[in-house]
């Protein structure tokens, strides 16, 4: 039985996006970065290394359609992604679209600049947009 949760500052930061094979999609509330948080729905993950082959093939699959889900809407000039995990230890994997031009570049987003939240109508059709290019 698993006994998947999300941990509080995951929900605190993020929206819920959609539900792919293994993770849930969630979007940071940081109008700075079109940023995408994946969480797979497995209890007690920490390392990439916890979850069995099967399921670290589908993370691969739900970040390459983040990365690419991103990449046709926002045409970044990168896409960065990592699972760091030092504040937050439930598993996670940020896939972050990044411009030469945006606040933080070319450092990390972490650190580098305050979030700015979305306005409620922004969030809202960030989501929808996100939701549609994930959904095909």
């Not at 993770?23 to 940081?30: A, K, Q, Y």
């Not at 739900?62 to 991103?70: M, V």
């Not at 960030?126 to 959904?135: H, I, K, Q, S």
Request: aromatic share 6%; with cysteine; hydrophobic share 50%.
């Amino acid at each position: 039985m698993n006994h998947w949760h999300l941990h509080p500052q995951l929900a605190d930061d993020t929206a819920p996006v959609i539900e792919l094979p293994l993770c849930e999609v969630r979007l940071m509330d940081d109008a700075n970065h079109p940023w995408l948080v994946l969480v797979p729905r497995v209890a007690d993950m920490v390392e990439i290394i916890d979850l069995d082959g099967a399921q670290r093939s589908q993370l691969t699959a739900d970040i390459d359609a983040a990365s690419r889900a991103l990449k046709a809407l926002f045409k970044p000039h990168k896409l960065n992604v990592a699972a760091l995990g030092n504040l937050v230890p439930q598993l996670h994997v940020h896939v972050i679209a990044r411009y030469t031009d945006d606040i933080a570049w070319p450092r990390p987003v972490w650190g580098n600049a305050t979030a700015r939240p979305y306005a409620p109508e922004q969030l809202i059709e960030r989501v929808n947009a996100l939701r549609g290019a994930l959904a095909r």
